[in-house]
């Protein structure tokens, strides 16, 4: 899915930064998996404690790669540590064509300990959002939340870009776009499928409800710009079913079927509100809108989740089935999560700032971050205007 990620915000970005946003992307495989196994599996599952973990499972240490009762741990340290890929991955779509390549980089590791982990561990590790009855079954508040309020943090502190003032910018590869979506969808069905963490029926509803949210998200964003703006697009399609897979992600394996297609048909005209108008009033330049994707998609169905849980999936009752303890923590959660991870990376960002420059000059930005950050082009032979 980070690879299929790099290409879907490639795709989204200006000729002249693709390859420094693509490498944003690419480099957390490296970094986050690094890390991970040294720290980061133990700090999220062993241990007690409400907030984080603990140092016992160091290198997967005392991690089992044999089968027990259920699938062996090291299995489930490898598969988690994918969920923490593409977690750093998302928020670095914020801050496409005005950060420093070697400050995402920084921000990344410290943020990775700071909030990932302790997320990871108060959600799936038996932390303080686990006690107060919250779920989320394959990443809501864990992932798509966390990682859509930090990117808007670090895009405030960045600023606009450059030329931010002269309209929307266009993506200049929207067979890219294509690419990355077809990818992150065939991929998700591992991320919630997986989640279930057996071969067995409950993976079977959640690849379902997955696949169907994304249909009717997809459908539903068409629809509302065919009447809005005449023509539906190709990267408002690809939008649509990327925001149906986030809003499903917290509740694939606790909802309904049929409930699945309302919260794809719903979660697009939110996201779709958000970017086109609160976006544009408020003025902030979240450039890839992971905010607006994820972290209003993970918002909507954490609190869906907590609306629509069925007992007889997942054996959690939503408002709907007289489970009002469930949709409170969810919005708790919801809260939390937010105001955790937002002040969280605001604090990290104004650390590392103190001690390097955190945004290009407008000169190498006007230039393009390819040359500047890498040395590359990844059109080399274009010579045209950028788009």
């Known amino acids: 899915m980070t690879p299929a990620l790099a290409f879907f915000y490639g795709g989204l970005e200006r000729r002249k930064n693709i390859l420094n946003t693509m490498m944003m992307v690419i480099c957390t495989t490296g970094l986050a998996s690094l890390i991970w196994v040294a720290v980061g599996y133990s700090l999220s599952f062993s241990g007690g404690g409400d907030f984080i973990g603990n140092l016992d499972k160091i290198f997967f240490n005392h991690v089992s790669m044999t089968k027990g009762e ?210 544009q009033k408020l003025g902030f330049d979240d450039a890839l809108d992971a905010f607006g994707c994820h972290g209003v998609g993970g918002i909507f169905g954490g609190i869906a989740t907590g609306i629509f849980a069925d007992p007889s999936v997942g054996g959690k009752a939503g408002l709907l089935y007289g489970g009002t303890p469930l949709f409170i923590a969810q919005i708790e959660s919801v809260g939390f999560t937010l105001l955790f991870a937002g002040v969280a990376s605001y604090l990290i960002i104004s650390l590392i700032r103190l001690f390097m420059p955190i945004r290009v000059s407008q000169q190498e930005e006007a230039l393009g971050l390819d040359q500047i950050e890498h040395d590359e082009n990844a059109y080399p032979t274009f010579m045209g205007m950028d788009s």
């Not at 741990?73 to 064509?97: D, H, N, P, R």
């Not at 591992?190 to 949210?213: E, K, P, V, Y």
Request: aromatic residues 12%; charged residues 10%.
């Open 70 to 279: 259920g699938i062996p741990e090291g299995l489930f340290a490898f598969f988690q540590m994918m969920f923490a890929l593409i977690t750093t991955a998302i928020l670095t779509g914020s801050v496409a064509g005005r950060m420093r390549f070697s400050a995402i980089f920084i921000f990344i590791a410290i943020w990775l300990v700071v909030v990932y982990f302790p997320m990871a561990h108060m959600v799936w590790g038996g932390g303080f959002l686990d006690k107060i009855g919250s779920i989320d079954f394959a990443g809501g508040n864990v992932v798509h939340i966390s990682s859509g309020i930090s990117g808007l943090v670090l895009a405030l502190v960045l600023g606009r870009r450059r030329e931010y003032h002269l309209g929307n910018y266009r993506p200049h590869n929207v067979p890219f776009v294509v690419l990355g979506t077809g990818l992150l969808w065939f991929g998700w069905f591992g991320f919630n499928g997986g989640s279930a963490l057996a071969a067995d029926g409950l993976a079977i509803h959640s690849m379902i409800t997955t696949n169907t949210a994304a249909a009717c998200a997809m459908l539903s964003w068409m629809l509302i710009e065919k009447v809005l703006n005449g023509k539906p697009t190709v990267v408002g399609a690809c939008t649509g079913a990327v925001v149906g897979l986030v809003a499903i992600t917290p509740g694939a394996g606790f909802v309904s079927i049929g409930s699945s297609i309302v919260i794809g048909a719903l979660v697009s005209p939110f996201c779709y509100y958000f970017i086109a108008v609160i976006k």
